[in-house]
């Protein structure tokens, strides 16, 4: 191993065992500890969001990151029954005030404005309010649901990237992120299903066509939201959304494939299944 790739190594295993240690202590202490544990990620993420779509000289756009982490706050309670589902009309009422604000700033270009404000609340707060809504499938919070979900897809990153390093080949998409392969997307799903049947066999919910379905998510919607991440990235010019994490980037860098993953499926499991 080249003598530089040691310390990032380290720094990233540290880093990394550090973030997990943090997420499985907060799901098993229940919701209100993982509600508090996303808060801050959930703005986090939104401010790099912003960042990438006005780039980073621009001025952080502070209104809608806290308003985003109100529409995340939101989600969050009401998915686990902590606040009436009609306390989500809240977010049409957000909603509309982005949408006017920038005509009563008067604006020169307001459909580069407000609809920016409002994808990114679509693309992070939403995404990790959900996480309550997974938690709660079994009809009381169960940790195990989120740590399964977070398993199975780590499983699909390490697979993508074993198997995209040894033998990838074939180009996935290029123009967007050249690294990624189709061999490292088959190995992905390949660990992904293997993980997703393991837990099948130990754990009483959901059941195994569930798991499956989980992996399924995960291979297809979560490889769609690292693909996108890495398109905004690009399109920005920067090689990681931000610097929270050494040696993995920022949030979005660490939760692309679960902010596209997760909600395709809730949407596809309660569609099927409830």
């Known amino acids: 191993m080249p003598e530089g790739k040691l310390p990032s190594l380290l720094k990233r295993s540290i880093s990394g065992a550090v973030f997990v240690a943090l997420v499985v202590a907060a799901i098993f202490s229940g919701p209100w500890a993982t509600a508090l544990l996303f808060a801050p990620v959930t703005l986090l993420g939104l401010h790099e969001f912003y960042r990438l779509a006005d780039g980073a000289d ?7 990151i806290m308003a985003g982490v109100v529409v995340y706050g939101l989600v969050f309670l009401a998915s686990n029954d902590f606040l009436p589902s009609e306390a989500l009309w809240f977010i049409a009422l957000l909603v509309l005030i982005a949408w006017s604000s920038d005509m009563l700033a008067l604006k020169p270009m307001p459909l580069d404005q407000s609809p920016v404000v409002l994808g990114g609340w679509v693309y992070v707060s939403v995404p990790f309010g959900l996480i309550a809504a997974l938690a709660a499938l079994p009809g009381e ?24 390093s040894l033998i990838g080949r074939t180009k996935l998409f290029k123009e967007v992120s050249p690294g990624k392969t189709w061999e ?7 660990l992904s299903v293997a993980v997703a049947w393991l837990l099948a066999r130990n754990l009483p919910f959901p059941t195994f066509d569930g798991w499956l379905l ?3 998510c995960v291979g297809v919607f979560g490889n769609i939201g690292d693909l996108y991440e890495s398109y905004l990235k690009r399109s920005a010019g920067v090689k990681d959304s931000g610097k929270i994490m050494p040696g993995h980037g920022g949030v979005l860098d660490r939760f692309d494939g679960l902010l596209f993953s997760l909600p395709a499926f809730l949407a596809l499991y309660t569609l099927i299944y409830l």
């Open 58 to 64: 621009s001025r952080p756009r502070w209104w809608g």
């Open 141 to 164: 919070w169960d940790p195990w649901m989120v740590l399964g979900f977070l398993l199975v897809l780590w499983a699909n990153d390490t697979g993508a990237y074993l198997v995209g």
């Open 184 to 190: 490292g997307l088959a190995g992905g799903l390949v």
């Open 214 to 216: 989980m992996a399924a």
